[in-house]
Protein backbone atom coordinates (compact mmCIF):
# COMPACT_ATOMS: atom_id res chain seq x y z
CA UNK A 1 0.00 0.00 0.00
CA UNK A 2 1.28 3.56 -0.68
CA UNK A 3 0.89 5.74 2.77
CA UNK A 4 -0.65 8.80 1.87
CA UNK A 5 -0.59 11.92 3.73
CA UNK A 6 -3.35 13.16 3.35
CA UNK A 7 -5.53 10.47 3.41
CA UNK A 8 -8.51 10.45 6.44
CA UNK A 9 -8.59 7.00 6.81
CA UNK A 10 -7.29 3.54 6.27
CA UNK A 11 -9.90 2.98 3.68
CA UNK A 12 -8.74 6.49 1.57
CA UNK A 13 -5.27 5.08 0.99
CA UNK A 14 -4.28 4.46 -2.50
CA UNK A 15 -3.49 0.83 -3.65
CA UNK A 16 0.40 0.68 -4.64
CA UNK A 17 1.37 1.32 -8.42
CA UNK A 18 3.19 -2.31 -8.00
CA UNK A 19 3.67 -5.56 -6.11
CA UNK A 20 6.54 -6.13 -4.97
CA UNK A 21 8.39 -9.05 -4.03
CA UNK A 22 9.64 -7.74 -0.40
CA UNK A 23 7.57 -5.19 2.17
CA UNK A 24 7.18 -1.39 1.65
CA UNK A 25 10.01 -1.06 4.08
CA UNK A 26 12.47 -3.28 2.91
CA UNK A 27 12.13 -2.00 -1.23
CA UNK A 28 12.47 1.48 0.22
CA UNK A 29 15.63 0.60 1.82
CA UNK A 30 16.41 -1.22 -1.13
CA UNK A 31 15.96 1.76 -3.50
CA UNK A 32 18.39 3.78 -1.10
CA UNK A 33 20.99 1.42 -1.64
CA UNK A 34 20.79 1.52 -5.57
CA UNK A 35 21.19 5.41 -5.31
CA UNK A 36 24.20 4.75 -2.79
CA UNK A 37 25.58 2.69 -5.42
CA UNK A 38 24.74 4.41 -8.43
CA UNK A 39 25.96 7.80 -6.88
CA UNK A 40 29.10 5.81 -6.03
CA UNK A 41 29.76 4.60 -9.39
CA UNK A 42 29.02 8.08 -10.69
CA UNK A 43 31.80 9.73 -8.74
CA UNK A 44 33.83 6.98 -9.90
CA UNK A 45 33.59 7.57 -13.50
CA UNK A 46 33.79 11.48 -12.98
CA UNK A 47 37.04 10.81 -11.19
CA UNK A 48 38.47 8.76 -13.90
CA UNK A 49 37.61 10.70 -16.64
CA UNK A 50 39.98 13.66 -14.51
CA UNK A 51 42.99 10.67 -14.18
CA UNK A 52 42.87 10.53 -18.13
CA UNK A 53 42.69 14.09 -18.70
CA UNK A 54 46.12 14.60 -16.62
CA UNK A 55 47.59 11.28 -18.00
CA UNK A 56 46.47 11.45 -21.30
CA UNK A 57 46.07 15.01 -22.38
CA UNK A 58 48.67 16.97 -19.57
CA UNK A 59 46.35 19.64 -18.58
CA UNK A 60 45.76 18.74 -15.78
CA UNK A 61 43.87 21.93 -14.32
CA UNK A 62 42.20 23.10 -17.57
CA UNK A 63 40.86 19.97 -18.06
CA UNK A 64 39.99 18.98 -14.45
CA UNK A 65 37.60 22.19 -15.25
CA UNK A 66 36.25 21.89 -18.09
CA UNK A 67 35.48 17.68 -17.28
CA UNK A 68 33.91 18.95 -13.99
CA UNK A 69 32.40 22.04 -15.50
CA UNK A 70 30.62 20.06 -18.68
CA UNK A 71 29.35 16.76 -16.27
CA UNK A 72 27.82 19.26 -13.72
CA UNK A 73 25.68 21.38 -16.60
CA UNK A 74 25.01 18.24 -18.59
CA UNK A 75 23.68 16.23 -15.23
CA UNK A 76 20.85 19.29 -15.01
CA UNK A 77 20.19 18.51 -18.76
CA UNK A 78 19.55 15.03 -17.43
CA UNK A 79 17.31 15.94 -14.67
CA UNK A 80 15.30 18.27 -17.23
CA UNK A 81 15.01 15.30 -19.49
CA UNK A 82 14.13 13.23 -16.96
CA UNK A 83 10.83 14.36 -16.46
CA UNK A 84 9.62 12.67 -19.95
CA UNK A 85 10.53 9.33 -18.93
CA UNK A 86 8.96 9.38 -15.35
CA UNK A 87 5.77 7.63 -17.49
CA UNK A 88 7.01 4.48 -17.22
CA UNK A 89 10.15 5.08 -13.99
CA UNK A 90 11.10 1.33 -14.18
CA UNK A 91 12.31 0.23 -18.10
CA UNK A 92 13.62 3.86 -18.09
CA UNK A 93 15.25 3.42 -15.22
CA UNK A 94 16.70 0.30 -16.53
CA UNK A 95 17.86 1.59 -19.69
CA UNK A 96 19.82 4.66 -18.02
CA UNK A 97 21.41 2.34 -15.92
CA UNK A 98 22.44 0.05 -18.90
CA UNK A 99 23.99 3.14 -21.06
CA UNK A 100 25.28 4.26 -17.87
CA UNK A 101 27.39 1.28 -16.95
CA UNK A 102 28.32 1.19 -20.64
CA UNK A 103 29.44 4.58 -21.02
CA UNK A 104 31.02 4.73 -18.59
CA UNK A 105 32.80 1.96 -17.79
CA UNK A 106 34.43 2.01 -21.01
CA UNK A 107 35.15 5.50 -21.58
CA UNK A 108 38.50 4.77 -19.88
CA UNK A 109 38.79 1.99 -22.62
CA UNK A 110 37.69 4.14 -25.39
CA UNK A 111 39.71 6.95 -24.38
CA UNK A 112 43.19 5.13 -24.42
CA UNK A 113 42.16 3.76 -28.25
CA UNK A 114 41.48 7.41 -29.23
CA UNK A 115 44.76 8.77 -27.92
CA UNK A 116 46.44 5.69 -29.80
CA UNK A 117 44.89 6.60 -33.24
CA UNK A 118 44.31 10.29 -33.17
CA UNK A 119 47.02 10.89 -30.45
CA UNK A 120 43.99 13.47 -29.22
CA UNK A 121 41.65 12.54 -26.75
CA UNK A 122 40.16 15.58 -25.95
CA UNK A 123 37.49 15.92 -28.10
CA UNK A 124 35.97 11.85 -26.98
CA UNK A 125 36.78 13.28 -22.83
CA UNK A 126 34.38 16.24 -23.74
CA UNK A 127 31.59 13.85 -25.60
CA UNK A 128 32.02 11.51 -22.35
CA UNK A 129 31.87 14.01 -19.99
CA UNK A 130 28.78 15.11 -21.58
CA UNK A 131 27.18 11.54 -22.21
CA UNK A 132 27.91 10.72 -18.82
CA UNK A 133 26.80 13.65 -17.00
CA UNK A 134 23.61 13.56 -18.91
CA UNK A 135 22.90 9.84 -17.46
CA UNK A 136 23.76 10.72 -14.11
CA UNK A 137 21.52 13.85 -13.87
CA UNK A 138 18.64 11.71 -15.03
CA UNK A 139 18.73 8.98 -12.12
CA UNK A 140 17.40 10.78 -9.44
CA UNK A 141 13.92 12.25 -10.71
CA UNK A 142 13.68 8.21 -11.72
CA UNK A 143 14.70 7.38 -8.29
CA UNK A 144 12.55 9.97 -6.72
CA UNK A 145 9.53 8.45 -8.62
CA UNK A 146 10.77 4.89 -7.99
CA UNK A 147 10.64 5.45 -4.08
CA UNK A 148 7.30 7.33 -3.67
CA UNK A 149 5.36 5.01 -5.67
CA UNK A 150 6.82 2.47 -3.12
CA UNK A 151 5.59 4.50 0.07
CA UNK A 152 4.36 8.04 -0.70
CA UNK A 153 5.61 10.69 1.83
CA UNK A 154 6.20 14.46 1.70
CA UNK A 155 8.44 15.75 -0.90
CA UNK A 156 11.40 17.45 1.18
CA UNK A 157 11.75 13.96 3.17
CA UNK A 158 11.34 11.97 0.23
CA UNK A 159 14.69 14.31 -0.89
CA UNK A 160 16.67 14.73 2.04
CA UNK A 161 16.82 10.41 2.12
CA UNK A 162 18.02 10.61 -1.77
CA UNK A 163 20.35 13.20 -0.82
CA UNK A 164 21.79 11.65 2.11
CA UNK A 165 21.89 8.32 -0.04
CA UNK A 166 23.63 10.13 -2.59
CA UNK A 167 26.03 12.51 -0.95
CA UNK A 168 27.27 9.30 1.13
CA UNK A 169 27.71 7.42 -1.95
CA UNK A 170 29.62 9.79 -3.20
CA UNK A 171 32.54 9.54 -0.67
CA UNK A 172 32.47 5.94 -1.00
CA UNK A 173 33.61 6.09 -4.41
CA UNK A 174 35.55 9.32 -4.19
CA UNK A 175 37.49 7.29 -1.27
CA UNK A 176 37.48 3.71 -3.30
CA UNK A 177 39.22 5.27 -6.63
CA UNK A 178 42.42 6.23 -5.50
CA UNK A 179 42.59 4.10 -2.61
CA UNK A 180 41.61 0.68 -3.56
CA UNK A 181 39.98 0.56 -7.35
CA UNK A 182 43.53 1.94 -8.41
CA UNK A 183 46.04 0.15 -6.57
CA UNK A 184 44.39 -3.01 -7.08
CA UNK A 185 42.80 -2.83 -10.52
CA UNK A 186 44.08 0.31 -12.51
CA UNK A 187 43.01 2.90 -14.27
CA UNK A 188 40.94 0.53 -17.77
CA UNK A 189 39.95 -2.23 -15.03
CA UNK A 190 38.56 0.27 -12.51
CA UNK A 191 36.40 1.47 -14.93
CA UNK A 192 35.18 -1.47 -16.25
CA UNK A 193 34.57 -2.83 -12.77
CA UNK A 194 32.71 0.00 -11.51
CA UNK A 195 29.91 -0.58 -15.22
CA UNK A 196 29.79 -4.27 -13.94
CA UNK A 197 28.44 -3.32 -10.56
CA UNK A 198 26.22 -0.64 -12.10
CA UNK A 199 24.91 -2.48 -14.78
CA UNK A 200 23.61 -5.20 -12.16
CA UNK A 201 22.17 -2.68 -9.71
CA UNK A 202 19.97 -1.25 -11.96
CA UNK A 203 19.24 -4.24 -13.12
CA UNK A 204 18.19 -6.09 -9.26
CA UNK A 205 16.54 -2.91 -8.43
CA UNK A 206 13.90 -3.06 -12.06
CA UNK A 207 14.19 -6.74 -12.76
CA UNK A 208 13.52 -8.06 -9.38
CA UNK A 209 12.00 -5.15 -6.96
CA UNK A 210 10.18 -3.81 -9.85
CA UNK A 211 9.23 -7.02 -11.77
CA UNK A 212 5.62 -6.36 -11.41
CA UNK A 213 5.72 -3.13 -13.12
CA UNK A 214 7.35 -4.26 -16.27
CA UNK A 215 6.17 -7.29 -18.65
CA UNK A 216 7.30 -10.52 -19.82
CA UNK A 217 8.38 -8.91 -22.88
CA UNK A 218 10.21 -5.50 -21.18
CA UNK A 219 12.14 -7.64 -18.82
CA UNK A 220 13.44 -10.15 -21.51
CA UNK A 221 14.73 -7.18 -23.20
CA UNK A 222 15.96 -5.58 -20.20
CA UNK A 223 17.49 -8.76 -19.05
CA UNK A 224 19.32 -9.12 -22.29
CA UNK A 225 21.04 -5.58 -22.35
CA UNK A 226 22.19 -5.70 -19.24
CA UNK A 227 23.89 -8.88 -20.11
CA UNK A 228 25.14 -7.47 -23.50
CA UNK A 229 26.27 -4.65 -21.48
CA UNK A 230 28.60 -6.77 -19.10
CA UNK A 231 29.58 -8.81 -22.07
CA UNK A 232 31.07 -5.95 -23.62
CA UNK A 233 32.10 -4.63 -20.44
CA UNK A 234 33.98 -8.35 -19.79
CA UNK A 235 35.20 -8.46 -23.41
CA UNK A 236 37.38 -5.15 -23.03
CA UNK A 237 38.48 -6.09 -20.09
CA UNK A 238 40.35 -9.10 -21.56
CA UNK A 239 42.22 -6.16 -23.90
CA UNK A 240 43.32 -4.28 -20.94
CA UNK A 241 47.00 -5.22 -20.61
CA UNK A 242 48.43 -4.12 -24.60
CA UNK A 243 46.07 -1.27 -24.88
CA UNK A 244 47.47 0.11 -21.59
CA UNK A 245 51.43 -1.07 -23.40
CA UNK A 246 50.31 0.74 -25.87
CA UNK A 247 49.37 4.27 -24.68
CA UNK A 248 52.35 3.87 -22.35
CA UNK A 249 54.28 3.61 -25.09
CA UNK A 250 52.75 6.49 -26.70
CA UNK A 251 52.72 8.72 -23.66
CA UNK A 252 56.49 7.90 -22.94
CA UNK A 253 57.19 8.78 -26.69
CA UNK A 254 55.33 12.49 -26.47
CA UNK A 255 57.75 12.99 -23.24
CA UNK A 256 60.69 12.47 -24.97
CA UNK A 257 60.20 14.35 -27.79
CA UNK A 258 58.70 16.59 -25.80
CA UNK A 259 62.37 16.65 -23.79
CA UNK A 260 64.11 16.51 -26.99
CA UNK A 261 65.66 13.21 -26.14
CA UNK A 262 64.78 11.71 -29.63
CA UNK A 263 65.89 7.73 -28.77
CA UNK A 264 67.60 8.75 -25.53
CA UNK A 265 66.26 6.68 -22.20
CA UNK A 266 62.94 7.21 -21.19
CA UNK A 267 61.96 10.08 -19.44
CA UNK A 268 57.96 9.99 -17.85
Request: charged share 15%.
Amino acid sequence: MIDTPEAESPTAARPAAVGLPVSAGIGRFLVLVAVFVCAACGLVYELELIALADYLVGETVTYTSVVLSLMVFAMGIGSLGAKRLRVRPSVNFGLIEALLALVGGCSATLLHVCFLLFGDARPLLVACSLAIGVLIGAEMPLLMTLIQRIREQDADRAVADLSAADYVGALLGGLAFPFILLPLLGQLNAALCTGVVNALAGAVVVLWLFRGDLSRRARRRLFLLNAAVIGVLVVCAAAVGPLERAAEDAVVGEAREAHGLGGGPEVR
